[in-house]
């Protein structure tokens, strides 16, 4: 897999992820700790990306 194509990957699934978050804070069924990690996982892929485009630039 190319670098760009692992960024394009990760940034589609923290756009998923995105999406999810926002779903689950609207339905009272989820409780704060499912919500608390899906937040963890879109940040720790935030991290990834933005580790990612820094390698790029060296």
Do not use: C, F, G
Not at 3 to 31: C, F, G, N, W
């Amino acid at each position: 897999m190319s670098l760009q194509s692992h960024l394009l990957e990760l940034e589609r699934r923290h756009a998923d992820l995105e999406r999810e978050i926002e779903k689950a804070m609207v339905s009272p069924s989820t409780d704060n700790l499912a919500i608390a990690n899906l937040k963890r996982r879109k940040l720790n892929i935030k991290d990834q990306i933005t580790r990612l485009r820094k390698e790029t630039l060296h």
